[in-house]
Every structure is written in C-alpha cells, then in structure tokens.
C-alpha cells in the first residue's frame, strides 16, 4: 500500500544546478500539490494539478516548473538551483479532502 | 498574509492529562478545516476535520471545536499520550469539494512527558 511516493529522500545541489523531484501516487487521485515547508513556517502551495495535461501556480511558484503527463506522476522541476529553495518539499494527492502526502524530499542547495 | 495562524509554536503536557491546540483563522470563504499530524521525517498525515456547519466534530480521543463567529478553532487531545508527541497543523480549504487547496498554519510543536 504505497500511497504517495517521493524520491529522493534526500539531496544537495550546488547554486545554478538543476535537478527534478519526483512523485508517484497509486491512488487514483486526479488532485496532486507540491508544496515546501521552510523550518517553523506551514507548508506552502508551489504548483498543483487538477487531473494530466492541466496544471497551475499556487501561492510560491516561481523558480520551479511541474509537468503532469499521467494521473499518477507530477514530477517539480528546479531549473537554476539557488540557496531560497533550500527546503523539505512534500507531494501531495486527494480526490476529495484530505489530501494524503509523501514522506518529503529534504532539499539542501550550498 | 497569514490566513491561518496557530500562534503557540509549541505546547508540552503531562501524559493522560488534556492537550488544547488552537488556529485562528482570517478568511470568512473558508468553510472546511482539517488538522494534520507530522512525526520528523515523515510526511503530515489527516487526523480530524470539520465543516462550517458543524461546531464539533470527535474521532476517539481527538475533538475539533469550531466557532465560526470567533473564526477560532481548537482541537483536543484526551487523554494524551507519548506517541501523540508530534508537529500538529491546522488547515483550511474554501470547501469539500475535489482537490480543494488547502492553507496551513505554522504548526505546533506538540510533548506529552510520560
């Protein structure tokens, strides 16, 4: 029962590079979020998807793009790494509330 | 913008006694409201929720209380327990409906000392 899957688990990136953050779901769910969550502050909406082929900003988009190609991946994108972004970021999916999330990828950019 | 607050980072309690967690929030448009539970290295995970047309809303020893006049709410936790020991948020969402966004408070930081 793997629910919401993120790899990888953990990662450090050097200013200026790229890298993708994959996330599978094996729930069905037309829904799926990005979101970050910086230390002592929420999780913040980045980008989310209401089905493939349709996705839209949330409240923190900018430097990173998302794709959603099938119902079950909605891999983010962060083209030109910068130390901002260091953060853990967390997918997420629902069909109705709630929304169920993966374990995280703890992002560290030096 | 903060349109939801949880405005005590952490709380510590003694085991079997109550823990109150409280979220304020701004927005009038939000009508559903969830609280979340998040262990280190681990994703947050649903705990309860409760819509606007409800005042309170009770799984086992979790009870949610909304007042929507207040635009206050407040969940507690009896008897707490160690494992309970977890970074509690609180969301909101303007509705039910599918894939609602959600908006998140920053969190408390919940101990329950044995």
């Known amino acids: 029962n793997a629910g919401v899957t993120q790899t990888p688990k953990f990662r450090i990136l050097k200013i200026g590079q790229s890298m993708t953050l994959q996330c599978t779901q094996d729930?069905?769910?037309?829904?799926m979020y990005w979101y970050r969550q910086d230390p002592g502050m929420g999780l913040k909406l980045i980008y989310y998807?209401?089905?493939?082929?349709?996705?839209d900003k949330g409240e923190v988009p900018n430097g990173y793009n998302v794709s959603r190609s099938t119902t079950e991946d909605f891999p983010l994108r962060l083209e030109l790494a910068a130390p901002s972004q260091t953060s853990v970021y967390f997918c997420a999916s629902s069909s109705q509330a709630p929304q169920h999330f993966g374990d995280g990828t703890r992002l560290s950019i030096l | 913008d903060q349109q939801v607050k949880q405005n005590s980072p952490s709380l510590s309690v003694q085991e079997g006694r109550i823990s109150i967690l409280n979220c304020d929030y701004t927005?009038?448009?939000?009508?559903?409201f969830l609280w979340y539970k998040k262990y280190p290295a681990e994703g947050p995970t649903f705990l309860i929720s409760?819509?606007?047309?409800?005042d309170k809303n009770e799984d086992g020893r979790f009870t949610v209380f909304l007042n929507k006049s207040a635009k206050h709410l407040s969940l507690h936790i009896v008897p707490s327990q160690p494992g309970d020991s977890a970074v509690y948020f609180c969301a909101a969402s303007p509705d039910l409906t599918s894939g609602s966004r959600l908006t998140f408070g920053e969190g408390t930081q919940l101990t329950v000392n044995p």
């Open positions: 409760i819509s606007s047309i409800k």
């Open positions: 927005n009038s448009m939000f009508d559903y």
């Open positions: 729930m069905n769910h037309n829904y």
């Open positions: 998807s209401v089905g493939a082929g349709i996705t």
